[in-house]
């Protein structure tokens, strides 16, 4: 599901669409137009994270309002959206509320919640054949039987969050294995493996997926052009000139150092030069200062 689908899906109605984009959304009369386009998720296979997350929204905010039953129907179709966040958006929204004294019948979440959460849990950990073990046991028959029965597709919506992870991961994998995440066998799972564009290899049992960009491994390289503006700077300056004798150079010196890599940075030191004192250096001193007299002197 794309981010554009997942904000707009397409089956949405024009009428849906002002409500959930608009202020609307916040008020509590139309709480009963959102539900009854849950119903019609439900009753349809559609999907519309962001209309269900409105309808707990108004229950946050009225709690007079609050329906459990049709929370655990948002929870249901959060929980085929894995391994999108939907499911936990939902339960971010579900406050810790009394015991309404006005519903007619005790409150099914408190109940139904724990085992909801363990099924997104192995969803999202892509522990599927646990999560069809758990989903046909007696302890969620009463999930099945009130809940997951009427929404129309639960279980093929599930098996497409299998499908999104095997595809994700695998080029080849056995008929068993993938027929246990399924929760499909004989001509029920030929007719699912045909239906997806999947062959299998009779004499191997091997499903053989198509390749696509996740189930391909191809080396990338990561190249990163980073361009500096460069200003002209002049030529590097020392004023200390390594090829004059020791003997001449003054005992602090200046030195003043123009960065290239770096415009417009100068940086400078001051360097003590302590000259020996001994004989062979004042007479290269003397030495030195024998060309200046005569250069300066008069012709």
């Not at 100068?266 to 062979?280: F, V």
Request: proline share 8%; charged share 20%; aromatic share 8%.
């Amino acid at each position: 599901m794309s981010m554009t689908s997942w904000i707009s899906p397409p089956t949405r109605t024009e009428l849906i669409e002002d409500l959930v984009s608009g202020v609307d959304r916040y008020n509590p009369s139309n709480v009963s137009i959102l539900e009854d386009y849950l119903y019609h998720q439900i009753r349809s296979g559609e999907y519309d994270c962001l209309a269900n997350l409105a309808i707990l929204k108004l229950y946050q905010f009225n709690p007079d309002l609050y329906n459990p039953d049709v929370v655990v129907n948002i929870l249901i179709k959060a929980l085929t959206a894995c391994p999108l966040p939907d499911f936990n958006l939902c339960i971010s929204l579900l406050d810790e509320r009394p015991i309404n004294a006005t519903l007619d019948e005790p409150d099914p979440l408190p109940t139904l919640l724990p085992i909801l959460k363990g099924l997104h849990s192995l969803l999202y950990r892509c522990r599927f054949p646990k999560f069809w073990e758990e989903y046909h046991s007696e302890e969620l028959e009463a999930l099945r039987d009130n809940y997951t029965v009427e929404c129309v597709g639960f279980e093929d919506a599930v098996r497409e969050v299998a499908v999104r992870a095997v595809k994700a991961a695998f080029t080849e994998i056995s008929a068993k294995r993938l027929g246990s995440y399924l929760d499909l066998t004989g001509a029920d799972f030929e007719t699912y493996i045909q239906k997806l564009g999947w062959t299998v290899d009779a004499a191997t049992s091997v499903v053989s997926i198509p390749p696509n960009p996740d189930n391909q491994i191809v080396a990338t390289v990561v190249q990163e052009s980073i361009s500096l503006p460069q200003k002209d700077v002049e030529s590097d300056t020392c004023l200390y000139n390594a090829s004059i004798p020791a003997a001449i150079v003054p005992q602090t010196a200046m030195i003043t150092l123009k960065a290239r890599s770096i415009p417009s940075f100068r940086l400078q030191c001051r360097a003590s030069a302590i000259l020996a004192q001994s004989g062979p250096i004042r007479q290269s001193k003397k030495a030195a200062k024998a060309p200046r007299r005569a250069i300066d002197a008069p012709n």
